[in-house]
Structures are given as C-alpha cells and as structure tokens.
C-alpha cells in the first residue's frame, strides 16, 4: 500500500514513489533499502516509548495513514506522525517484492508503539479504532521482549524511529494534562505540582479572608442584623 506516480492535478499530501524504470522490486528495494544515516548511541526504546504516550506525553498527533511509505514520518512541523496500521496486508506480503527482512521488522515497529501487553495502550487503540475504521490486527503484534526494543534490531526504520525518539525526548509539557501524564522528569514534575498546590492554596486562603473581611464589614453596618 504505497502510492506510485502523481496526480496531474493535485496533491495527495502523501509520499509516493516514482516508478520510472527496473521491476517493481527495484523500486521498492530502493525506497525501503537498509540504509542508516543518523546515529544511534544513547537511542533507547523504552516501554513508555508508544503510541499513545505521543499522544499523551509529547502532544503528537497520531495520523493513521494507508500508505507504508508514510510509516512513521513526522510532518506538520513535528507536531504529527503517520502510522502504517494494515498489519492484516503486511502478513500476506511474504513474497520477494519487499527487501528481506522488511515485512518483519515493520512488524516490530508496530509491536512497539501498540504494545500488546499494556493494556492502556490496547482501551487507547480501541478508542481510536471506533472512529478511524483502523486494521483488527493493528494492536496484535507478538509482544517484545527487551532484547527485541534495542534500536541496533531496526534496519530500515532506523532513522525515523531515531527522529521519533529524539521528537519524544525533548518534548516539554505545555498543558496540564501533559503536566500530569509526562513523569519522566521525576523532580521537575513534583516541583510544577507543587507549585500548582501552592498557589491553589493561596487562592483559596485569600478569597476565604476576602469573604471574612466582607462579613466583618456587614456587620460593621449592620450591627443588629442577627
């Protein structure tokens, strides 16, 4: 699922591969070929590393998208990523059109932003699933073991799960969902809520003296008024 060629009058906003000469295996070995050009020390895929944290922690817009050749691009100024769903398609794709290895490792990479085992992830997905029509399968992927997350076990979608992870990292809580969600950052979070205690507190005590201070003015005028 890829689009190939243009429209001669339009844009579809979606990557697509230009189909010029050689087979069509040529052309999506050269689309997809193992080729890694960032670098990868100190890139680790933990488990809070999924799709819905990208959502919730990183404020990513999850856009589902049918093209494989999306897979994982960010776009929008990093504010949005596209995620590949049809697992159902790339199961039947087995034969010699995709490079050895690919169908697999696709595979993985969608075993690691929809866990199965983490059940919030799974009543996340399913959420999504109600109203984007999304693959069955999508959240079904064999589940990964700590070896199997080491971004060294990535070939083809190496740099942009790389740019993903970077994206994911450096994003910084601007809502107070995010606040609440995003703990990575253990003191940093216990100081912004403590703040946000604090400064409750304080609005609180003031308006209560300020209805205090309002009563005692009442009854400055109105003495007989009990």
Known sequence: MTEVGGIQYGFSGQSRLVWKEGTLRDLISSHFGNTQSLAKE???LEK???????????????????NL?????LYNDDKSV?????????????????PRGFVDETLRTLALLLPSNDRDTQTWFRQQQSFCNLDVQANKCTRLRADDRRIDNFA??????????????EAEPSTLS???????NGPQWYTFWV???????????GLVQ???????????????SD
């Open 210 to 224: 300020s209805i205090e201070g309002a009563l005692q003015v009442y009854k400055a005028y109105h003495p007989d």
């Open 48 to 66: 809070v590393f999924n799709a819905r944290n990208l959502v919730r922690m990183a404020g990513l817009e999850v856009v589902w998208t049918h």
């Open 195 to 205: 703040a946000v205690a604090v400064l409750l507190l304080t609005i609180f005590f």
């Open 82 to 98: 596209a995620i590949f769903h049809h697992v159902t398609f790339l199961k039947y794709q087995r034969h010699d059109i995709f």
């Open 156 to 169: 083809f979608w190496r740099d942009r799960l790389v740019i993903l992870k970077q994206v994911f990292d």
């Open 42 to 44: 100190h890139v680790k």
């Open 69 to 73: 050749a999306d897979h994982l691009r």
């Open 178 to 184: 995010q606040w609440w969600y995003d703990r990575r």
